[in-house]
């Protein structure tokens, strides 16, 4: 064990440090559970997810019909509001891009409604789910999403706080204003962008 040994508090550690937003710590291999509702099981052969709203048709998809679209990976970082960050995450699903190219988007659309079958909701300015920067999620490092992270299938939003990331996602609804969702309601941001630490309503 010499001064070179690249250990977690060496240079290694430093980079880790650097990809943590403010206010941010370094979950490691730990992934907390967050749900506000019962874990609800959702059977892929009666699963399903739609595109609704101000677009040119709404589109809904089968989990079969969903997996025959281009598949696309995310591998990043994934942050909390409760202040936890997991580093180097990999995920594999569709991109909201080709979901949204589908249904065809209105011009006058500028936000989003994310729905769970449970009954959860949460808002996201459109630009913030398109642009190759959000995925509809059933892949977990190469595995099916465990159920109590949102499997069969999560929005992942990476590059805002993860409450936007509504497990067991059921549809999109495109808007033409912002509507608060399930923790927007109950004083959290609209946005949630982490590295601007846009927690709750008015930071
Ligand atoms: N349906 C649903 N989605 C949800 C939540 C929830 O309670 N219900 N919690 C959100 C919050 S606050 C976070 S931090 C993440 C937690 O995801 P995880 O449990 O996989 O870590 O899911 C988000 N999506
Ligand atoms: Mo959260």
Redesign the pocket.
Known sequence: MGRFTRGFSGRGQKERDLRLPPGQYDTGDR???????VTPRVDTATWSFTVDGLVAKPATWSWDEIHALPASTFAGDIH???TWSKLGVNFGGVSIDTLLGAAGVQPSATHVLAR?S?G?T?NLPLADVTGDKAWVAWEYEGKPLPV???GPA?LLVPHL?????????SGLQLLDHDEPG??ERNGYHDRGDPWLEQRYQGD
């Open positions: 992934w907390p559970v967050l749900t506000a509702e909390c509001v409760t769970s449970t959860y949460t109590e992270h949102g999560r706080y993860f409450w936007k990331s509504a497990k067991w996602v399930f923790w």
